[in-house]
């Protein structure tokens, strides 16, 4: 891409905040609205804020790592980030879309870059029934939870809970029990991208659960649909020789 106008955006971690101050005082630092892309510093829980705050702009959002982990980042190098942003390809994302209707009737809508995650919210077990695209696929499933997730967010919490790693390419969605009880032995599914997932809560009233998608929280919820929003495109900036496709790959193989 061809990017003359950069808007800075940092964590409040000190590293995050020194690095801002070098590279405005380089660069210089326009409004979000009237850049060509948005450079974020700090961890993949900060780019991953950035795309939710600037989803709306739809700019490309270019990370570099000022925080730990750093699997949505490039690498921080200050001195050739013009050629780098020229350089940069881009990954396109497509969130989820989260309906929550609770207890009391209320229905909540959402959008997760990563996944949407439904989680008892006491000692006592959930108990889910699930649907895919209308039909039963299981009656019930005793758990602290159970996700949908994206390609991107695969390696997040997905990953954490035993679930696939799936290519950007892939066009499916990862459906993963967290700590099943029972059926004990199942795994998950690989879903198309165009599944619509609807999850049931049993005994709500006694067995509560929380939905989340990324950031926002739904608590004591009855009734999630999940499915797939093709008519929001982000776009997530990489190096050629760092880009998200070939990290989501090289992540299948790490000791």
């Given at each position: 891409?061809?990017?003359?106008?950069?808007?800075?955006?940092?964590?409040?971690?000190?590293e995050?905040?020194?690095?801002?101050?070098?590279?405005?005082?380089?660069?210089?630092?326009?409004?979000?609205?009237?850049?060509?892309?948005?450079?974020?510093?700090?961890?993949?829980?900060?780019?991953?804020?950035?795309?939710?705050?600037?989803?709306?702009?739809?700019?490309?959002?270019?990370?570099?790592?000022?925080?730990?982990?750093?699997?949505?980042?490039?690498p921080?190098?200050?001195?050739?980030?013009?050629?780098?942003?020229?350089?940069?390809?881009?990954?396109?994302?497509?969130?989820?879309?989260?309906?929550?209707?609770?207890?009391?009737?209320?229905?909540?809508?959402?959008?997760?870059?990563?996944?949407?995650?439904?989680?008892?919210?006491?000692?006592?077990?959930?108990?889910?029934?699930?649907?895919?695209?209308?039909?039963?696929?299981?009656?019930?499933?005793?758990?602290?939870?159970?996700?949908?997730?994206?390609?991107?967010?695969?390696?997040?919490?997905?990953?954490?809970?035993?679930g696939?790693?799936?290519?950007?390419?892939?066009?499916?969605?990862?459906?993963t029990?967290?700590?099943a009880?029972?059926?004990?032995?199942?795994?998950?599914?690989?879903?198309?991208?165009?599944?619509?997932?609807?999850?049931?809560?049993?005994?709500?009233?006694?067995?509560?659960?929380?939905?989340?998608?990324?950031?926002?929280?739904?608590?004591?919820i009855?009734?999630?649909?999940?499915?797939?929003?093709?008519?929001?495109?982000?776009?997530?900036?990489?190096?050629?020789?760092?880009?998200?496709?070939?990290r989501?790959?090289?992540?299948?193989?790490?000791?």
């Amino acid at each position: 891409m061809n990017s003359q106008n950069i808007a800075f955006a940092a964590s409040d971690q000190p590293e995050a905040q020194s690095a801002l101050r070098r590279l405005t005082k380089r660069y210089g630092n326009c409004i979000p609205e009237e850049a060509d892309v948005v450079v974020a510093l700090g961890g993949d829980g900060f780019v991953l804020h950035m795309l939710h705050e600037h989803m709306a702009l739809g700019t490309p959002i270019y990370g570099m790592n000022r925080g730990s982990v750093g699997f949505m980042m490039n690498p921080y190098e200050e001195d050739t980030l013009t050629e780098r942003l020229n350089r940069a390809q881009g990954a396109k994302l497509y969130p989820l879309r989260m309906t929550a209707t609770t207890d009391y009737g209320e229905t909540h809508e959402a959008l997760a870059i990563n996944e949407v995650a439904l989680l008892r919210q006491a000692r006592h077990t959930a108990k889910i029934k699930i649907l895919v695209d209308g039909v039963q696929r299981m009656e019930e499933m005793i758990c602290d939870g159970v996700l949908v997730a994206t390609p991107a967010g695969s390696t997040a919490y997905n990953l954490s809970a035993a679930g696939p790693i799936i290519p950007l390419s892939g066009e499916v969605l990862a459906l993963t029990p967290i700590s099943a009880f029972r059926p004990r032995r199942w795994r998950g599914a690989l879903l198309p991208s165009t599944a619509t997932v609807e999850f049931h809560i049993g005994d709500a009233e006694f067995r509560c659960v929380s939905a989340t998608a990324d950031f926002h929280e739904v608590r004591s919820i009855r009734r999630v649909t999940v499915s797939e929003d093709r008519s929001i495109a982000l776009t997530l900036l990489f190096d050629p020789e760092h880009n998200l496709e070939e990290r989501i790959i090289k992540e299948q193989f790490e000791p």
